[in-house]
């Protein structure tokens, strides 16, 4: 994000803000920030006595302001850090009166997770005035792969559009898990890899044949024994391979494939624009469109539906999600 990039350049080259409001529902970009100021506004002398860090469970604003108000010793500054400000999401309007009147040698980092504050009220305007706010938005599942990619294209490495989706569909739009199953894979593989799906079964423990990935292309080319090969797996596997993340791929894979129906361009880069998808699973939805007209499109998606609702136990509590699965590859291939 180059928001984050311009905020850790302007740290570096001096440009210190007063006062760091960290907030949003994405922790990893504020953890990221909150953790360079940690490792990298002090020295590791000065560290010992002007570095605080506090939790929001075990404080009040009113400790956040009297630590805040303190002299460096021996230093030029000092930096107080409040993690899981959240906690204080009642009273942390109260901070206002300190943000409007700042200590000039406190650098105070405020990590506001998964909230954001008012913009309507003082302590968000005052902020803007003499601090920084940032807010770390969470990114939607199809904009996660991309991000991989640049992660790794930063770190000196590339990844295959297969891998990343698998990254995609079994740690979700956790950034945080993603970054730390990253590292492992640059860990053990030279800087220059291109990152595989054989890389990510080997090291991570996603199996490339049998996951959502694969099921999906399997539907969509009515390759029946594969699919059917795949849900005996999940059956087999279910704490891995739980029903709902399953179904709730495959909504997504046919809500976008009724979106292809719908388009008048079905050229690969206008297709690829309009289902926000990598260009590189195109063909996929070409494939699935020849198999599944519009008309039979619109009853899977109102099969998964009624599935979905099974899947959490309505109306199908005594059915193993294994044998749900199976009814529901049945109705989609009918």
Not at 6 to 28: A, N, R, S, T
Not at 73 to 89: G, H, W
Not at 214 to 221: Q, V
Request: aromatic letters at 10%; proline letters at 4%.
């Amino acid at each position: 994000m180059n928001e984050v990039k311009q905020i850790v350049k302007d740290i570096k080259d001096g440009k210190i803000k007063p006062i760091y409001f960290l907030m949003g529902e994405e922790p990893y970009y504020i953890d990221a920030i909150s953790n360079f100021i940690e490792s990298n506004v002090l020295s590791e002398e000065e560290k010992g006595f002007n570095q605080i860090v506090l939790y929001g469970r075990d404080i009040s604003v009113d400790d956040i302001v009297s630590n805040a108000k303190r002299f460096p010793m021996m230093a030029e500054r000092q930096v107080v850090i409040v993690k899981e400000a959240q906690d204080l999401s009642r009273t942390i309007e109260k901070l206002v009166s300190y943000v409007e009147n700042p200590q000039p040698s406190t650098v105070l980092v405020i990590n506001y997770k998964y909230k954001k504050i008012d913009k309507r009220k003082a302590l968000y305007k005052a902020l803007q005035k003499v601090g920084l706010v940032f807010e770390s938005k969470k990114l939607y599942e199809n904009q996660v792969a991309d991000w991989i990619r640049r992660v790794l294209s930063g770190k000196g490495y590339t990844i295959s559009p297969k891998a990343a989706q698998m990254l995609v569909e079994f740690l979700g739009t956790d950034l945080g898990k993603i970054n730390n199953e990253l590292e492992k894979l640059r860990i053990i593989l030279p800087e220059g890899t291109q990152i595989s799906a054989e890389h990510i079964e080997e090291n991570i423990g996603i199996s490339k044949d049998f996951n959502n990935f694969e099921l999906r292309k399997a539907i969509g080319e009515r390759n029946t024994e594969k699919a059917f090969r795949i849900v005996n797996y999940f059956a087999d596997n279910p704490k891995d391979n739980p029903m709902v993340v399953t179904v709730s791929l495959l909504f997504n894979f046919f809500s976008q494939l009724l979106h292809f129906h719908g388009l008048h361009d079905k050229n690969p880069r206008n297709v690829a624009s309009a289902l926000k998808i990598n260009p590189y699973f195109v063909n996929e939805y070409v494939s699935a469109a020849r198999n599944f007209p519009m008309r039979k499109v619109s009853k899977v998606v109102a099969t998964l539906r009624e599935f979905d609702v099974k899947g959490k136990g309505v109306n199908a509590n005594a059915v193993p999600q294994g044998d749900l699965l199976k009814e529901l590859l049945v109705k989609i291939f009918n």
